[in-house]
């Protein structure tokens, strides 16, 4: 059992930057595929970037590549998304969620999710 909880989102201006946290609990954390998604209102939610358990692999939207860095940090439980150069389509609630597989964008192959944090870009 992995829980999740996402921390770091806000109002930032076009242009700017905002560091989302995800802190889970459980001991087996450094085991799971980590991965974010957003959704936006009145749309699907869908797959920003996703990051092996060892760190040796991530993946991006098309997007938000080139923008957005994932990370994470085995020691302290902790998955980070690092977005810059936001743009005002990147606002949307965004989610942090364990996959038992490899990397995936498929959120469906998830298992694991947080509640989510707001994150709003402004013109």
């Known amino acids: 059992q992995v829980q999740l909880v996402e921390s770091g989102g806000g109002l930032v201006q076009a242009g700017g930057s905002l560091r989302l946290s995800c802190a889970a609990s459980g001991r087996t954390f450094s085991y799971y595929t980590m991965g974010w998604f957003r959704q936006a209102p009145g749309k699907e939610r869908e797959f920003v970037a996703a990051i092996s358990w060892s760190s040796g692999n991530s993946y991006y939207a098309d997007s938000v590549k080139g923008r957005f860095t994932i990370s994470r940090d085995n020691a302290k439980n902790t998955v980070y998304l690092q977005m810059n150069t936001l743009r005002p389509e990147d606002t949307a609630v965004y989610y942090c969620?364990?996959?038992?597989?490899?990397?995936?964008?498929?959120?469906?192959?998830?298992?694991?999710w947080g509640q989510g944090t707001q994150v709003t870009v402004s013109s």
């Open positions: 969620a364990a996959s038992r597989q490899g990397a995936t964008m498929d959120l469906s192959k998830y298992n694991y």
